[in-house]
């Protein structure tokens, strides 16, 4: 449940997971460009917050997930991920560093990273806790109001390419910093942790703000190309989504997946590619996650992906994000199922490049944590 104050009897709740989290309040698109224009905070209360202690919480969970963390500030935010032994995503973390501790936020099953670390702890001086119950997300673009209780606040580094780290977006495919061009630069996503008592208490009216859905931070999220937890199927790999710009060091050393991750990197190809969908408003509704996207494939219309998030965006209409077989035309036209047998029309605008040369952006080897002969 949210400890932001806001009109139970106005909101519109998600489901599932977000059942007990506003997805809008009647006015999406009003949100959305309140949010935007940095006027409003979102309901992120799903979104599920962990406390990591210990003297070797770096140095520890650098050496399970894939970002390089062993060097990580007070105050500095980053990303990273558990794979499995196959390279497949099963948890994403969102780490901000602390003096005494990390906090980690996580939606794409919290219990089953916190089962796989807790595992892996054997003698080391490390402690996890799950704060969920005493601490609550806040979205924001841009600072959060002055008198937002925060206790630390994360700053997506979004669509920042990290140091050991590579692009796999068309747009600045092989290129040492992200282009000026992506339509993520211009977002700038923060999520505020703030003490669930103090946010209670805490007016967002009297802050010159409004309180704003779930919906709205999705459809910003679309609009930036940002992936997170939706687009995460059992098979998405790192490469397919594009995040090896964020959450990924490949030349940190060993983490589990991470042969699958350098197999990928220098040697082959994504088996698919993330694209975003412009999408036919006319008939005035949205694909649900999971819609299959169909394409001209040996002359017959087939399936050539899935929608993972769709919205209806304040400027831009409906869009959509995709994940589509990396052998696709992108000038295909495309089309959504949608209710019953409709068929949505889709306009493709590549992100994941359908191809790239092996060994694009790969950093040198760090021999300091690399201890492998050659």
């Known amino acids: 449940m949210s400890s932001l104050r806001y009109p139970r009897s106005e909101a519109v709740f998600g489901a599932a997971e977000r059942s007990d989290e506003a997805a809008h309040f009647g006015v999406p698109l009003a949100e959305q460009r309140a949010l935007a224009q940095g006027r ?16 070797d919480r770096l140095s520890w969970l ?8 062993d060097g990580l500030e007070p105050g500095q935010s980053t990303e990273t991920l558990v794979l499995s032994p196959t390279g497949h995503i099963e948890s994403w973390l969102r780490i901000v560093a602390a ?9 794409l099953d919290a219990d089953a990273a ?16 799950d704060v969920s119950a005493d601490y609550q997300c806040v979205g924001t673009v ?12 994360w700053d ?19 290129m040492p910093t992200a282009s000026p061009e992506h339509p993520g630069d211009g977002l700038d996503f923060r999520i505020a942790i ?38 995460v199927d059992h098979k998405a790999l790192v ?3 594009d995040v090896l710009r964020t959450a990924v060091h490949l030349a940190k050393g060993c983490y589990r997946g991470q042969e699958a991750v350098a197999r990928v990197h220098n040697l082959g190809q994504v088996p698919r590619r993330l694209v975003f969908l412009h999408l036919d408003g006319s008939g005035h509704s949205l694909p649900e996650a999971g819609a299959e996207v169909f394409g001209e494939v040996r002359g017959a219309q087939r399936p050539v992906g899935t929608v993972t998030s769709a919205a209806l965006h304040h400027e831009l209409g409906p869009v959509a994000l995709a994940l589509v077989k990396r052998s696709l035309d992108p000038q295909a036209p495309l089309t959504v199922a949608g209710d019953g047998d409709e068929r949505i029309a889709a306009a493709q605008e590549v992100i994941v490049a359908p191809q790239r040369e092996n060994r694009t952006g790969l950093p040198g080897r760090n021999r300091e944590t690399d201890h492998r002969r050659g």
């Not at 650098?62 to 970002?67: F, V």
């Not at 702890?121 to 996890?128: D, I, N, P, W």
């Not at 009297?206 to 910003?220: H, I, K, S």
């Open 40 to 55: 409003a905070v979102a309901d992120l209360s799903s979104l599920r917050v962990l406390q990591l202690t210990g003297a």
């Open 62 to 69: 650098s050496s399970l997930t894939t970002q390089k963390l």
């Open 99 to 107: 003096a005494d501790r990390l906090w980690l936020i996580s939606e």
């Open 114 to 129: 916190r089962d796989f670390l807790e595992r892996m702890k054997f003698m080391l001086r490390v402690e996890l806790a």
């Open 142 to 153: 841009g600072p959060a109001p002055e008198s937002l209780p925060v206790a630390a606040q």
């Open 156 to 174: 997506d580094p979004w669509p920042a390419i990290g140091e050991g780290s590579a692009s796999y977006a068309l747009i600045d495919l092989g």
């Open 194 to 231: 703030c003490p669930r008592a103090a946010l209670a208490d805490w007016d967002p009216q009297a802050a010159g703000a409004r309180v704003a859905g779930r919906d709205a931070w999705e459809a910003l999220r679309i609009e930036a190309w940002r992936p997170g937890g939706a687009e």
């Open 239 to 241: 490469g397919e989504l």
